[in-house]
């Protein structure tokens, strides 16, 4: 290793001051006069020696050098071996260079390819970063034309956004496209099938439309002749109010139900099921006040036999009639069903002549509608009547499959406050069980419990059963479809399609301003109204106090249902009353201490009723004070111009004789001329010689000066008279 450094021979010349720098000076040249001697024994070894022709490099050993004994020389001028500008200046260090670095074989090896493998990442991390950005590159240029699809399907209304996922293009970009075509959207906006399809049109995508409400709809499952068994019929009472229809379902159930309705009259529908001897019916019981059309409406959808109820001392009343209507469109047998029979001014003949006008022929008479004559309060022919309906349901061949998934209606729903949404549920086929995930209307959910009719909790329910349900996300409407699904995330996805497409149709019953319908808004915004929230026990109660109120709108006033929900009042519905400037009505719901204090302090009127009539009669009360009042003219009297004096400063003044009635200060007149109108105004001054008087009275003479009218002439007739306003009442305008 001592050969390969380079030493250069410098002169240094060290000028020692004292006796230590002599010393020290001395000792060095003798080292470096050991080395130089030891160099060149080294040399002549390695000559002596034969050379192999390839020789491993061997690591540098110290060699062991005997020294001599130091022969003293007198200082002198010598020369110093040293390294260049990089050799360490101390002797220790020209000793470490001279023995060479203490390394390995193999260590610079490692160095060299450790600084490789750095160089080879760095290298590739460059190409790697590189290639990304390079083929990002591509895909900003190739997304707006490789990667839109050739052909997409959207439904009639679809989101800004969820169009933009469709057509793989940035939302931005879709906003921009729409208001150059002169649609304001954002991203959460939706818009029309056509402006959807000509905004794809230039992507080069085609569009294809499909239902919206097409993918609501669920298909029910085909049942084969060997699956289908004997279901118990299911039995819609129906007839007018007060004619016995709740207290003929308590005789068969052996109830009081009639004990629980306020007023004595049915207002829900109840459904039970009945154990008879002979078989199992299920009871469906309807109210027959006029307000629950929409209720006996449904109760015959649902129907197999309709029984109707007439007394036979009361004969055939409107909801008579109308019940006959429901049950021919419905296309369902009539059972006739003839009570209070045990009341000394029953007349049995008479209700068949009445029934006959309608098409409805007892069986003696040649027609084949059963007549049932009974008495509810007695108990009298029940069994013949349970005959008749078993009988007829023989005929018809009800049946159902029990192992298919359930679908049902809903009968009635409301909002308990302990348990949250209820619904009283038919079933119509297959078996419902705990646990099912179902949809019904724009709800889902999961069976959590099941009631009978009595309140007793059952594990299923079979055919024409019915059951009160709990697990329901929301309060669903009366009549709608249950369909029970093969998973829960089925029924959500379902029940959510529902609920946009019902958010569609509302948003597309929205009026909006337009020129041709300009004067027609004014006219609409004239129109006075009568703002309402409705809160119901039951779904069934709310939609038809809803429907009655706003039957009682007209051309001059309109009631407003702002809300209608069941449930007890809320502090949000008091305050939602508040911003509307509403009146809340309540039907069989109440509202505790805390919401009662809260409707205080905001000034809202809260109505409770039980009884559904007396808040229809209220309303229109409340309707018949926005009504404006009609205004009439009554005349006062009339007076006859004598004399004219024209006056400088006042004007004309007329001497006039009252003829009929009087003549007020404060009165409206009419100057006739001829039987003709000159003018219409009012009187200025009217006066008895020089005295200012209020009121002139027939046979007396009086002065008159008229505002802003001089051309009075002998002749006249000055007629006086006031306008007298009348309050309307809501009969007046035709509607009861």
């Known amino acids: 290793m001592a050969d390969k450094i380079k030493l250069t021979p410098k002169k240094i010349v060290l000028k020692g001051h004292s006796s230590k720098d002599s010393i020290a000076g001395k000792i060095s040249a003798q080292k470096v006069q050991l080395d130089q001697q030891r160099e060149e024994e080294k040399k002549q070894q390695q000559q002596q020696q034969p050379q192999p022709a390839v020789t491993a490099p061997k690591p540098a050993v110290a060699e062991t050098v005997v020294r001599k004994p130091m022969e003293r020389v007198a200082p002198k001028v010598r020369t110093v071996f040293i390294q260049d500008e990089k050799q360490p200046k101390t002797e220790a260090e020209e000793r470490e260079v001279k023995k060479g670095p203490a390394t390995k074989p193999g260590a610079d090896k490692k160095k060299s390819n450790l600084r490789e493998d750095i160089l080879k990442k760095e290298e590739h991390k460059k190409f790697f970063i590189g290639q990304k950005s390079r083929d990002r590159g591509k895909g900003e240029q190739t997304q707006a034309t490789s990667s839109v699809p050739s052909r997409i399907k959207i439904t009639e209304f679809v989101q800004v956004g969820e169009l933009a996922k469709k057509l793989n293009v940035r939302a931005p970009e879709i906003i921009a496209k729409l208001m150059q075509m002169g649609v304001m959207a954002t991203i959460t906006q939706s818009i029309d099938a056509e402006t959807a399809t000509l905004l ?291 029924a959500r996805e379902i029940a959510d399609k529902r609920q946009e497409l019902a958010r569609h149709q509302q948003a597309q019953q929205v009026k909006k301003v337009k020129l041709e319908n300009f004067n027609e808004t004014i006219e609409e915004g004239k129109l006075k109204e009568y703002k309402v929230i409705i809160k119901g026990d039951v779904r069934g109660s709310v939609e038809a106090l809803t429907s009655s109120l706003e039957k009682l709108s007209n051309e001059e006033v309109r009631v407003r249902v702002i809300m209608g929900s069941t449930g007890e009042i809320t502090e949000s519905d008091v305050m939602l009353a508040s911003a509307a400037k509403a009146t809340i009505i309540t039907f069989n719901a109440r509202a505790n201490a805390k919401v009662r204090d809260v409707a205080a302090k905001e000034a809202v009127e809260i109505k409770n009723y039980s009884i559904i009539y007396q808040a229809i009669d209220d309303m229109k009360l409340a309707l018949a004070g926005l009504l404006s009042p009609d205004i009439s003219e009554k005349i006062t009297g009339e007076a006859e111009v004598r004399q004219v004096f024209k006056i400088s400063g006042m004007g004309t003044v007329a001497g006039c004789s009252m003829k009929t009635g009087y003549l007020k200060r404060a009165n409206q007149i009419r100057v006739l001329r001829d039987g003709a109108v000159a003018f219409t105004g009012s009187l200025k001054s009217l006066k008895r010689f020089q005295d200012d008087v209020s009121e002139v009275k027939e046979g007396f003479e009086c002065g008159i000066l008229v505002e802003n009218y001089n051309d009075l002439k002998v002749g006249d007739i000055i007629e006086g008279f006031e306008k007298v306003e009348t309050q309307r009442t809501f009969e007046d305008i035709g509607n009861k």
């Open 200 to 490: 794809s049109a230039e992507y080069g995508c085609t569009v294809e439309v499909i239902s919206l409400y097409e993918e609501t709809l669920i298909q029910e499952e085909t049942d084969t002749n060997e699956e289908l068994v004997n279901r118990p019929p299911v039995v819609t009472i129906m007839g007018h109010v007060d004619h016995g229809k709740t207290k003929l379902l308590d005789a068969l159930r052996e109830t009081d139900v009639v004990a629980s309705e306020a007023g004595g009259i049915t207002q829900h529908i109840g459904a039970y099921q009945v154990t008879r001897p002979k078989g199992k019916i299920t009871f469906l019981d309807t109210p027959g006040h006029a307000a629950f059309s929409a209720m006996r409406a449904r109760g015959a959808q649902v129907t197999d036999i309709v029984v109707l109820v007439v007394a036979a001392d009361d004969g055939v009343m409107p909801q008579t009639e109308e019940a006959i209507m429901h049950a021919k469109d419905a296309k369902v047998p009539i059972i006739v069903a003839v009570n209070k029979i045990d009341k000394p001014t029953a007349n049995i003949d008479r209700i068949k002549q009445d029934l006959a006008k309608f098409e409805i022929l007892s069986e003696d008479w040649g027609g084949t509608t059963p007549f049932i004559p009974i008495s509810a309060l007695q108990k009298l022919n029940l069994d013949k009547l349970e005959d008749a309906i078993l009988a007829q349901a023989e005929v018809m061949e009800v049946k159902a499959n029990p192992k298919k998934r359930a679908t049902g209606t809903v009968v009635e729903a409301k909002l308990d406050q302990g348990r949250g949404p209820v619904a009283t549920i038919l079933v119509r086929n297959g078996t419902l069980k705990i646990g099912d995930a179902f949809v019904v209307g724009l709800e889902g959910g999961k069976i959590r419990a099941m009631h009978n009719d009595r309140g007793q909790p059952v594990k299923e329910a079979g055919p024409a059963m019915p059951v009160e349900i709990l697990g329901l996300t929301g309060v669903p409407n009366s009549g709608d479809t249950l369909n029970v699904m093969a998973t829960e995330r089925e």
